[in-house]
């Protein structure tokens, strides 16, 4: 730990992600509530869903830059803000427009958040940075595992609305608690600009060193194409991981025929696989020292499994398994070992790489909503559903094969097999 001065501020980075793993599904867990409520189908919630992706996709490249220039409280002191009124406004519109709006302020707050944690979680978690980052996957996924199952407890009981309640009070302590807070780069930023020092310049040289690091460790540089198929993979990630987070509950409800607590524990499941495979990927890159291409291919090929059981064989249990597989083989960080992966293929300026890579992802997540929207005011739900699973599954195998190339040529590139334990500089 960098001070006990930061504990604060670690915790705060911590709140927003038990916050945004509630926001990432609160619209597709209420869906049928929020489509009375604003007057409008399926078709038209899945649209405002759509409007998250759009304000990321067209935000976070810029948000991951300002985080830089004006420091990281001020960013998050904003996501929260954008937050309360996410929640707010969904409480209390019945006007589909607002909910758009409402929508695109959360993916807004979303890249704010993305901009400003995860270099706070690195900045202050000094000794282990890799496992900062890993909780917040985790603390995503927990909320993501509970989060279903009260939403079926409180619309039981007639009050879904304290579903919404929950996370806007959760949101206000996100915004308290980063209001008091320290964050070390925020003061050592202070510091550096009371001695005038060059901090722009020293951060170049830093990026310029880990870059030539990188170069380094080339046999013989891979074709450009690698480059751009790496950054696609943010797009496949983005949209395997999207599916079973919004789709898999009503696939439940109007596939298989399951009751609200059944398609419920779909995502439950879907969410526990994803922190379970947090902490058994977490173990094998630190303790087995396995590459990021290992755990990205054996990810590719496991969601392509999972999704073509689900596809194939609506038989509950079946389902279940599939529901978990799917949550730990495309959302147990694979989306995370993509940005290490374009770094490896790509090295040079990290910023720049993660807002390209987090470009794609923001696509996917913009796309796959309206895809989903187009489908179902163009056929019956259930039928829509499962047709984006199967272009997940498409998507998924393409996604396979790309790593399957650069596995079989990495030690071609890199001098040793993919296979091979990662060195102690690598």
Same mark, same amino acid.
């Given at each position: ?176 608690v980063s209001l008091i ?63 079973? $987070?919004? !789709? =898999?509950?009503?696939? *439940? @409800? %109007?596939? &298989? +025929? ?89 090295p040079g300026n990290k ?35 499962? $047709?984006? !699973? =199967?272009?997940?599954? *498409? @998507? %998924?195998? &393409? +996604? ?27």
């Open positions: 730990m960098k001070s006990k001065k930061y504990i604060l501020s670690l915790l705060s980075v911590y709140l927003v992600y038990m916050t945004h793993g509630i926001q990432a599904i609160v619209l597709s867990q209420n869906l049928d509530q929020f489509a009375a409520q604003w007057g409008t189908d399926e078709a038209g919630v899945y649209a405002v869903i759509g409007y998250t992706g759009l304000a990321k996709f067209i935000s976070v490249w810029i948000c991951g830059e300002l985080s830089d220039k004006i420091g990281r409280k001020i960013m998050i002191v904003l996501g929260a803000v954008m937050y309360v009124g996410f929640f707010g406004l969904l409480l209390g519109t019945s006007n589909l427009v607002v909910a758009g709006v409402a929508a695109f302020l959360a993916g807004l707050a979303t890249s704010f958040f993305d901009g400003a944690c995860y270099p706070v979680a690195q900045e202050t978690w000094v000794s282990s940075p890799g496992t900062a980052v890993i909780l917040i996957k985790g603390v995503i996924s927990v909320s993501g595992l509970i989060y279903p199952m009260l939403v079926v407890g409180l619309r039981s009981s007639g009050n879904w609305k304290a579903g919404v309640l929950l996370p806007l009070v959760m949101s206000v302590i996100v915004l308290v807070s320290s964050y070390c780069y925020d003061d050592e930023r202070k510091r550096k600009k009371r001695e005038g020092s060059a901090a722009e310049s020293g951060q170049q040289g830093k990026l310029d060193d880990d870059a030539q690091r990188g170069l380094a460790r080339f046999v013989r540089k891979p074709p450009a194409f690698v480059t751009v198929g790496c950054a696609i993979y943010g797009f496949i990630a983005m949209a395997a991981m999207y599916s079973g $987070q919004q !789709l =898999l509950t009503r696939f *439940g @409800l %109007t596939i &298989v +025929g399951m009751d609200d607590i059944g398609a419920a524990s779909l995502t439950s499941l879907y969410t526990g696989g994803s922190l379970a495979a947090v902490i058994i990927w977490g173990v094998f890159m630190a303790k087995f020292r396995w590459r990021n291409l290992k755990v990205v291919l054996v990810d590719l090929i496991g969601a392509v499994v999972s999704y073509a059981l689900v596809c194939l064989i609506h038989v509950g249990i079946v389902v279940q398994i599939a529901a978990l597989g799917i949550g730990f083989f495309a959302a147990g960080g694979a989306l995370q070992c993509g940005v290490t992966l374009m770094q490896e293929f790509h910023g720049r790489n993660l807002g390209i890579y987090y470009t794609f992802m923001g696509a996917a997540s913009y796309a796959l909503p309206v895809i989903q929207s187009t489908l179902t005011a163009n056929s019956n739900e259930g039928d829509a559903i499962l $047709q984006s !699973l =199967l272009l997940n599954l *498409g @998507l %998924t195998a &393409v +996604g396979a094969v790309f790593m399957l190339y650069l596995a079989f040529n990495y030690k071609k590139w890199f001098g040793v097999s993919v296979m091979s334990p990662r060195g102690p500089n690598e």
